[in-house]
């Protein structure tokens, strides 16, 4: 693995030995290859590690279906879903102690094990109205990082499948 560094050159100041003038540069090697042209190769490369695609996290996504009510987070209240019906229980990694309840995530597909799954160009807004682990309705999978409502997972990804991997942001 080659260690990319950035180009350097030093130079000491000038002496006197033996009556001829010397000066010493210090040229540090990128890529293996001695240079001392092209620095902006080694800021290219650290704004490429600084600043990539993704802008959130990544998880996996499941669907459950109804009945919905009661939910973790607000009862009985059918208030608590949205128009939309993009809505979501809360697995445990974001379950948070019901502090995720409310709280609305951005969701697109991002893959899944049966290519051409998910709805390219597709994200949505979901709010998450319970968790997943009491929920009355099952999931399609255990373990997912949320669970979207039918309309939801429809709206990301071919409701045939059983999870997909997503990638959401709150």
């Not at 092209?38 to 802008?55: A, N, V, Y």
């Not at 009355?136 to 429809?154: D, E, K, M, Q, W």
Request: hydrophobic share 40%.
């Amino acid at each position: 693995m080659a260690i990319l560094a950035a180009m350097e050159v030093v130079s000491w100041p000038e002496s006197r030995l033996d009556g001829e003038r010397k000066k010493a540069e210090l040229v540090v090697a990128v890529g293996g290859e001695m240079s001392k042209q092209q620095p902006w190769l080694f800021i290219i490369f650290l704004l490429i590690t600084l600043f990539h695609l993704s802008f959130g996290d990544v998880g996996t996504a499941a669907h459950y279906s109804t009945p919905y009510l009661p939910t973790a987070c607000f009862g009985n209240d059918a208030s608590q879903f949205p128009t939309s019906n993009l809505f979501a229980a809360a697995g445990e990694g974001i379950w948070d102690n019901g502090a995720s309840c409310g709280r609305q995530y951005l969701v697109r597909c991002i893959s899944a094990a049966t290519p051409r799954t998910c709805n390219p160009g597709q994200t949505i807004q979901i709010r998450i109205v319970d968790r997943a682990e009491t929920s009355v309705s099952r999931p399609s999978s255990n373990g997912a990082t949320i669970i979207l409502s039918t309309t939801a997972f429809g709206a990301i990804a071919n409701p045939s499948a059983a999870s997909v991997n997503i990638e959401f942001q709150q």
